[in-house]
């Protein structure tokens, strides 16, 4: 499979986003107060391994899987009950700036953090789409976006569950 300069840019850029998001979501996951957001932190570090490691196989110029597995557990760490529409939009904070009554703050800024770097991730997959010759590879970080857009999904559903994110 033959990538062109731009394309190889572009996914370049996608691996060291890829990176970042792995180590955020490590750190975070060692650094988190509630045990729920520890595993929601980890099932993620684990799931950007796999779309660094996709990106990885496209840019050493191999065909990329459909994506099988890769969602897979996509979700776990958040209950039913926390999942929500997902329809909401838009950030908040309580009216003292802070996360709500009794909520860690420190659990609070990692998931604003994280949820500010899955909405931008997001993004970037957009314009590396739309650069992408072949639809395998656009088939596959398809797949990859729509799983950050879902990871920022678990993230917003865990923040407005414990009062730290509430849509206006």
């Known amino acids: 499979m033959q990538l062109s300069n731009k394309e190889k840019m572009l996914l370049q850029d996608q691996k060291s986003h890829e990176e970042m998001c792995i ?16 595993q929601l932190f980890n099932t993620y570090a684990g799931q950007e391994q796999q779309h660094y490691n996709t990106v990885n196989q496209i840019l050493s110029g191999q065909m990329p899987s459909t994506g099988q597995g890769q969602g897979q557990g996509m979700g776990q760490g958040i209950s039913q009950a926390q999942a929500g529409s997902g329809a909401n939009t838009g950030y908040a904070m309580n009216a003292s ?14 998931c604003q953090d994280m949820l500010a770097t899955e909405k931008y991730i997001s993004g970037t997959y957009d314009t590396s789409i739309f650069e992408c010759s072949q639809a395998a590879v656009r ?18 559903n865990y923040m407005q569950s414990h009062g730290m994110y509430s849509a206006q």
């Open 23 to 38: 180590q955020k979501y490590k750190k975070y996951a060692n650094e988190a107060q509630d045990p729920q957001l520890k």
């Open 97 to 110: 700036g802070t996360a709500g009554a009794g909520q860690n703050s420190a659990d609070s800024l990692m």
């Open 139 to 156: 088939q596959a970080l398809n797949h990859i976006q729509k799983e950050e857009q879902q990871h920022g999904e678990g993230l917003f």
